[in-house]
């Protein structure tokens, strides 16, 4: 067979399915992407972690998860080509409610829905040719990881961070269950949409106060590296702002009432007072005469969620207490009411109405006709007794004794707290937003309380020997939600004897919020077969923080939020010497189709595993990463996996022309296809690193077109730089499309893996262009192009363009007006 006919019957296609299936066996004998921790600590190489949102085990995955780990995958492999030590690991956020109520309609364990999801999509990952570091692997509902979530919850209650309290909670009346104010969106149940409601019950919280300036403080730190919106999602969650705690004295009351405002200097506009009505304070105040209105009201109150109270547009409702406050800086006589558009959970759960400066104040003010004053005139405003509209601008102080004379609200604001300070009647304070954290759940699976609760010792906390306090084993229809956890019916579990004195005591029936187990995963995942605590101290001091976090905005605050107060708290502890976990933070967009959000009942669903089956991995990942920036949205209606297979096919083809033989120096090949080659690893170095990947994909592209251009073209197979450009492709190619990549290697002569090989070195001097074209133009039309240094000046640009015979044919004998110089590469000349 001639060597021609030998060149023919090369394939022009690689088998997908063949190739796939290939590699994944050669990784898992390979093992190339586990880290070594003791490279790390000797300081042998240096770290990056690389960490991704682990999944909740729901099903199988889905075009999101195939997004955001195609995205992630390009950081961990690029910094595994640059020579650091990288710790790329994988988990499940294996406990929550969806199991749980899976359980209940099958009648099962939740762990036989959770472990049987997790195995499908541990295969999933594995198939879908991703870097993880495997033997990290962790899930949140094992026995051996939450034996340490119940360990921290100890070490927080012995620091005063963790404490029950009775209080009005979220309740969602279908999931039976408390959330937290995070997990109510617009006033409906995140999980299952159920409108929310009050309850008052004894729950166990986590104290996120505590370090609520530090939270906010340290956001200034993470600005130049994490997405904006998240930023400002948490500064305003947290919501500091200034002001004073003002004390009213009521009738019948020993104690004054105090209350909280932003606007100390309005006081002498403070016409009533207003209490939560579903606040224990409330119907602490109000009158016999008073009480049955006032508890009619309360019940109507407990049936609105708390979005429907704070809508501005819904009619004011309330009920008068029957008594009266002195409003401390005038001496006047204000009745007290309860309200449902003040909440008790805000400030002290009751605020002094001035309705001239606030719109809520003023609308209940004309419900129950009640006096409006004005007190700051605010400039071509009118009276908001008189146009029905509060105003909230700066001004001069009217019927202000205190304030005459006083320029602007700062100063104001100033003065008013100096003389209640003075006469004792309040003082300056900074207010949050941020709530403690509401961490129980009346639902089984999730973390056990490690705590019991005994008639003479009360509150005892789980010795740490006796640790984990592992979960009975219930299933079905013993865990239907009955208002109460279903732990509190499994008597064998809960009677228990109290650590303490030997007496009769009972487990703390409910269990953790999931966002708890989900607050330190990622440093489980430094040393996760550690035995002797959560985690290893000195490896976790290693590897932290995690250099990118990538996932969805949707987490912008509840886990972020409550991840980095984690972190605080354990670097007070001394476990680590860092205060904040993530260093730089990437939000990926959502997969659309059609224009809408993927459903079953729009008939625009994806099945992933139908675009894998009909187009490959490596097609649906560099499809997914050159859709557009990893923040924007991408519609699957406009993507191409069909075109992205076509184009790897093309890349692979470069890999059987190739004739030079492994290690054949470059230098002295293609100068032109050399430079194509080193410019684009120049550019991808710095796309990379700015999170441009779809750009990379783009220039890798360019690479493969200029190489196929450059072997048609006489360059040949067996010119050296032809190979340097083939493994080059290879290279950035594994970024994104592994296997292909991996194929094109073993056939470019290299041993596996592609992911085991450097970065390529770019040579500088051939980043330099020798020389530009630059155009000449004659009235408009181009006439000539000209071979110029790149460093031309303007003068000598000019000179040679009218020099070029060209140029001075097209103008003949006109003369010549003007000519424009635009260094190095256009001249137009105006005849």
């Not at 130049?224 to 009521?250: K, L």
């Not at 502890?573 to 860092?578: I, N, P, Q, R």
């Not at 076509?646 to 190739?658: E, H, I, K």
């Amino acid at each position: 067979m001639t060597a021609e006919t030998e060149q023919q019957a090369e394939p022009t296609s690689y088998d997908v399915a063949a190739v796939e299936a290939k590699w994944q066996q050669v990784w898992d004998e390979l093992q190339p992407f586990v880290a070594d921790d003791a490279a790390v600590a000797s300081g042998e190489r240096e770290k990056r972690y690389a960490l991704t949102m682990f999944p909740y085990p729901s099903g199988d995955l889905h075009m999101g998860h195939a997004e955001v780990t195609a995205l992630h995958d390009v950081m961990a492999r690029y910094w595994r080509f640059r020579g650091y030590e990288v710790m790329n690991p994988m988990g499940w956020d294996s406990f929550g409610l969806p199991a749980e109520n899976a359980a209940i309609r099958n009648d099962e364990h939740p762990a036989t829905y959770t472990y049987a999801n997790i195995e499908t999509q541990y295969e999933s990952f594995r198939k879908f040719g991703l870097s993880f570091d495997w033997s990290r692997r962790l899930h949140t509902s094992d026995p051996e990881y939450y034996r340490w979530t119940q360990w921290l919850f100890l070490r927080f209650r012995e620091r005063g961070l963790a404490y029950r309290k009775n209080s009005p909670v979220n309740w969602c009346p279908n999931d039976q269950t408390v959330l937290a104010n995070e997990q109510v969106v617009d006033g409906a149940c995140e999980r299952c949409g159920a409108t929310v409601t009050k309850r008052e019950l004894t729950q166990w919280y986590f104290k996120i106060t505590e370090y609520a300036q530090e939270l906010l403080d340290d956001l200034d730190v993470l600005a130049p590296t994490w997405p904006d919106r998240v930023i400002t999602a948490q500064r305003n969650w947290i919501g500091r702002s200034e002001g004073a705690h003002v004390d009213f004295v009521v009738e019948g009351r020993d104690e004054p009432l105090t209350v909280y405002t932003t606007r100390p200097d309005t006081l002498f506009g403070a016409t009533f007072m207003v209490v939560a009505a579903d606040a224990a304070l409330a119907e602490e105040l109000v009158s016999e005469e008073q009480r049955s209105a006032y508890e009619d009201y309360r019940e109507q109150v407990r049936r609105a969620s708390e979005i429907e109270r704070l809508a501005t547009d819904r009619p004011k409702t309330g009920v008068f207490l029957g008594v009266h406050a002195t409003n401390p800086v005038n001496g006047e006589r204000i009745p007290v009411w309860a309200a449902d558009y003040v909440l008790a959970d805000y400030g002290t759960g009751a605020i002094m109405a001035v309705p001239a400066h606030d719109q809520r104040d003023l609308d209940f003010a004309q419900a129950f006709d009640l006096p409006v004053r004005r007190v700051v005139d605010v400039p071509g405003a009118g009276d908001p007794a008189e146009t029905f509209e509060a105003t909230v601008g700066d001004g001069a102080y009217v019927d202000t004794p205190l304030l005459e004379g006083v320029d602007g609200k700062a100063e104001g604001v100033r003065r008013t707290i100096e003389h209640l300070e003075g006469q004792g009647l309040g003082r300056g304070t900074v207010n949050f937003r941020l709530r403690d954290w509401l961490l129980s759940r009346q639902r089984y699976w999730g973390v056990p309380i490690p705590v019991v609760h005994c008639e003479a010792c009360g509150e005892v906390g789980v010795p740490d020997d006796q640790l984990p306090v592992t979960l009975p084993e219930l299933r079905g229809a013993d865990l239907k939600p009955k208002g109460v956890s279903p732990l509190a019916a499994a008597t064998e579990w809960s009677q228990v004897a109290c650590p303490s004195c030997g007496g009769p005591a009972t487990r703390d029936s409910d269990t953790m919020d999931t966002f708890v187990d989900s607050s330190w995963y990622f440093l489980r995942f430094c040393s996760p077969g550690y035995q002797d605590g959560p985690f290893d101290v000195e490896q976790a001091k290693a590897w932290m923080p995690a250099d990118i976090y990538i996932g969805g905005v949707e987490h912008a605050v509840l886990h972020l939020l409550y991840a980095r107060f984690f972190t605080k708290v354990l670097a007070d502890m001394g476990m680590l010497d860092v205060r904040e976990p993530f260093a730089a933070q990437l939000n990926q967009g959502v997969v659309i189709n059609q224009g809408k959000k993927m459903s079953k009942s729009l008939g625009n669903g994806v099945n992933l595993g139908a675009q894998l089956e009909e187009f490959g991995v490596d097609a649906v990942r560099l499809t997914l990463v050159f859709a557009g920036p990893p923040e924007d949205d991408i519609d699957w209606a406009d993507m191409s996996p069909a075109g992205s297979l076509r184009f790897l096919q093309r890349a692979w083809r470069l890999s059987g022309d190739v004739t030079s033989e492994v290690g054949t120096p470059a230098e002295g090949g293609d100068v032109a296809l050399r430079r194509v080659t080193h410019r684009t690893v120049d550019d991808a170095q710095t796309l990379v690193e700015g999170h441009r990947f779809n750009v990379v994909v783009a220039r890798t592209m360019e690479l493969v077109n200029a190489t196929r251009k450059a072997i048609d073209s006489g360059c040949g197979p067996a010119d050296p730089a032809v190979r340097e450009a083939a493994e080059t492709v290879a290279r950035l190619l594994s970024l994104v499309a592994p296997y292909v990549a991996e194929e094109m290697w073993e056939r470019l002569g290299h041993q596996p893996s592609v992911a085991q090989a450097a970065w390529p070195v770019v040579d500088p001097a051939l980043l330099v262009e020798e020389s530009v074209t630059a155009v000449v133009q004659v009235q408009g039309k181009v006439r000539g192009r000209l071979e110029v240094p790149p460093t031309i000046s303007a003068a000598d640009l000019e000179a040679a363009a009218l020099a070029d015979p060209a140029v001075v044919a097209a103008i003949a004998d006109r003369p010549v007006r003007k000519v424009i110089v635009r260094e190095p590469k256009l001249v137009n000349v105006v005849v």
